[in-house]
């Protein structure tokens, strides 16, 4: 079960680039995405055993996030069939082959639960994931191309730097070579702390890099900006996500060894900082798209930050991870449309989106509401969660501060998108073809309704799961 829900994808993304014909070879998209998706459903009910000696394996975490991207996946595959129908113009064997690698890849990291397996599997997501951005073959598209992946290679670089630290760790503690988490966790106590600490700052900065955390975030603008929308929602709502799952796995081994307090310090400051950077470039942002890059810097933040203050704010982190995965499926798919529509991404370009495209101008400014943390959607749930957790705790200077952040970046999200929303469209774009569609609507709708039911009620099977995650991720010396 775990290697089919490698191999379903990597079957398709073969017969994609086998297939010669333009307007067939979309298709294969949300059949791969069907498939995975009642794997997931089924390797979910009935957990598989652990596969090749512990190597691949869903525990709590896994189960969680492989739902999420498996989700996601599906409704951005539909999405892509109907964004290919306007893009004829364009070859798309390439990009189809790498959009059926990529979740391939996303799920081994998920299942990987071995320190050396998931930094090539993160790796592998890079790479499937590069040919995407350069869909539109501007110089613009290069540039964010180039940059994505050496700032990428740079993290990825310095995460292998730290998994050597940590398994120089085990040896300078007289202990065996294991490079799997659940061997490392265990034996965690006996850990040199000097070189644990090392490794556990090399592999956050490494793998904060691929989360796109501040100041390692200098690839998002540019990548998210030139990527199309699904792209984009692929890689906020399922790559981050993976990386921030690897930082988790490392935490979880600092805190088995009695070090958490030590990472708990960094990622609270490192969380707020990120929000921070996102508020400052929030501001007066005219490029909706990087508006959206710098939306997603600020949501790594959040997550990093939930994890930092501990007790409850854990289960705040994970169930924002969620959240936001549904969110980026929102904000990043009209976005996309909007593109479509007006061939800019400038606001000065864009304007009477609710009357140009209606239904895509209602769901951006239903996800400004959502994705800022407004009542009755799922993430003022998960941020008030957080909350709480840093009342509860004491660290009322980290509340302010994030209440503070979270206003600043609402106030500059909100001046960007009305203006979108507002007015009514010149005439230069009337005569665009692009007009709101099935394919290119119904997912965001199903993402949007998604975030609105569990901002109203968490199914108790969610919520099992979510509590059953946090305290996996707390779990101490065994």
């Known amino acids: 079960m775990l ?4 191999a379903v994808p990597l079957a398709c993304a073969a017969a994609a680039f086998a297939v010669p014909w333009n307007r067939v070879r979309p298709w294969l998209l949300p059949v791969a995405g069907t498939a995975h998706f009642a794997l997931m459903v089924r390797a979910l009910s009935n957990p598989p055993a652990p596969e090749y000696g512990g190597w691949l394996l869903l525990d709590q975490l896994g189960r ?10 599906l409704l951005c595959s539909v999405y892509a069939v109907g964004y290919l129908r306007f893009r004829d113009e364009r070859p798309n064997r390439l990009f189809c082959t790498a959009l059926l690698v990529f979740p391939a890849m996303m799920t081994l990291v998920i299942e990987s639960h071995h320190l050396g397996l998931m930094w090539v599997a993160i790796e592998a997501t890079t790479l499937s994931s590069a040919p995407l951005l350069y869909f539109n073959r501007t110089p613009r598209s290069l540039e964010a191309t180039w940059k994505y992946l050496l700032v990428g290679s740079v993290g990825i670089a310095i995460a292998l730097f730290g998994s050597f630290f940590l398994a120089y760790s085990a040896l300078h503690a007289g202990l065996g070579t294991s490079l799997l988490f659940d061997d490392l966790i265990r034996e965690a106590p006996q850990l040199s702390k000097p070189w644990l600490h090392a490794a556990f700052v ?35 709502g399922g790559l981050t996500n993976c990386a921030f799952l690897a930082v988790l796995r490392f935490y979880q081994i600092c805190n088995s060894a009695g070090e958490g307090a030590f990472a708990r310090e960094i990622l609270v400051l490192m969380g707020l900082f990120s929000m921070a950077v996102a508020a400052v470039f929030m501001i007066r942002q005219r490029d909706y798209k990087r508006m959206l890059a710098y939306s997603s810097v600020e949501q790594m933040g959040i997550l990093i930050l939930g994890i930092g203050l501990g007790g409850p704010a854990v289960f705040g982190s994970l169930f924002h991870m969620i959240n936001n995965g549904l969110m980026k499926g929102v904000t990043f798919l009209a976005a996309g449309n909007v593109h479509r529509a007006y061939g800019s991404k400038r606001t000065e370009d864009v304007s009477g989106t609710l009357w140009r495209l209606p239904f895509t101008g209602w769901m951006f400014l239903l996800g400004l509401f959502a994705i800022t943390g407004s009542p009755p959607f799922a993430p003022f749930l998960s941020e008030m969660t957080i909350l709480s957790g840093a009342v509860q705790g004491g660290r009322y200077v980290i509340a302010g501060l994030f209440l503070s952040f979270l206003l600043v970046i609402f106030l500059g999200m909100a001046a960007t998108i009305l203006a979108l929303v507002q007015g009514r469209p010149s005439a230069r774009v009337e005569g665009t073809k692009f007009r709101d569609g099935f394919l290119t609507g119904a997912p965001i709708l199903v993402f949007a309704l998604l975030v609105l039911l569990l901002g109203v009620h968490v199914p108790a099977g969610l919520e099992k799961a979510l509590r059953e995650a946090a305290a996996f991720v707390e779990r101490g010396p065994q």
């Open 3 to 6: 290697v089919l829900l490698i």
């Open 64 to 73: 969680l996030l492989l739902g999420l991207t498996s989700l996601l996946y």
């Open 202 to 236: 090399l592999l956050f900065c490494g793998y904060g890099t691929k989360m796109g955390l501040a100041p390692m975030h200098t690839w998002k603008p540019d990548a998210y900006g030139e990527a199309p929308g699904v792209v984009g929602a692929l890689l906020a």
